[in-house]
Antibody, heavy 117, light 107 residues
Framework: EVQLVETGGGLIQPGGSLRLSCAAS????????MSWVRQAPGKGLEWVSG???????YYADSVKGRFTIARDNSKNTLYLQMNSLRAEDTAVYYC???????????WGQGTLVTVSS | DIQMTQSPSSLSASVGDRVTITCRAS??????LNWYRQKPGKAPELLIY???SLQTGVPSRFIGSGSGTDFTLTISRLQPEDFATYHC?????????FGQGTKVGIE
């Protein structure tokens, strides 16, 4: 069974940093395009970042230069390093299999990031 | 970026009703349109991909159609677990973009 489990969310002050992790099981992440998608409270879904099988990385304009996506094949885990956090980054962050020109066929349960002083 | 617009933003219905949700793209996306259901407090789950293909394990009461810029999701007979928010998403070009969501509530 495919499973994605996110960890690392929490309360952080504006300007701070946080690293999210997404542990995958039931499949190997390396051949897949993997993404982070976020949902601000009461809002719709927003694609944040993606990484393809070749390790190429992609970002939404809203996070470019502040967030970094990475993958550890030995741990079968996806990461999102978030720096210079802003109040508008407050959201539930989901790890998902898919993105680019693919649909998202599996999602994690999400982890809440709250940016507030 | 391709803009996705859903209508209505919310609706009320009863168990057994037929419900239709519309999604419009700001430019032609062929059939690269996907639908998700999101139950309260849960992650989205894929229902339909490529406009009309049913994801494995999804009940046949979910029907997707459309091409170009206009798409619909029909739930033929609403079940209690279908009271949720539905999102469309285009996978025609990057970045992938979503509609604002349609909340289906109990009448």
């Amino acid at each position: 069974e495919v499973q994605l489990v996110e960890t690392g969310g929490g309360l952080i002050q504006p300007g701070g940093s946080l690293r999210l992790s997404c542990a995958a099981s039931g499949f190997t992440v390396s051949p897949y395009y993997m993404s982070w998608v976020r949902q601000a409270p009461g809002k719709g879904l927003e694609w944040v970042s993606g990484i393809n099988s070749g390790g190429n990385t992609y970002y939404a304009d809203s996070v470019k230069g502040r967030f970094t996506i990475a993958r550890d094949n030995s741990k079968n885990t996806l990461y999102l390093q978030m720096n210079s956090l802003r109040a508008e980054d407050t959201a539930v962050y989901y790890c998902a299999r898919g993105g680019y020109v693919y649909y998202f066929d599996n999602w994690g349960q999400g982890t809440l990031v709250t940016v507030s002083s | 970026d391709i803009q996705m617009t859903q209508s209505p933003s919310s609706l009320s219905a009863s168990v057994g009703d037929r419900v239709t949700i519309t999604c419009r793209a700001s430019q032609s996306i062929s059939t690269s349109l996907n639908w998700y259901r999101q139950k309260p407090g849960k992650a989205p789950e894929l229902l339909i991909y490529s406009s009309s293909s049913l994801q494995t394990g999804v009940p046949s009461r979910f029907i997707g159609s459309g091409s170009g810029t206009d798409f619909t999701l029909t739930i033929s007979r609403l079940q209690p677990e279908d009271f949720a928010t539905y999102h469309c998403q285009q996978s025609y070009s990057t970045p992938p973009t979503f509609g604002q969501g349609t909340k289906v509530g109990i009448e």
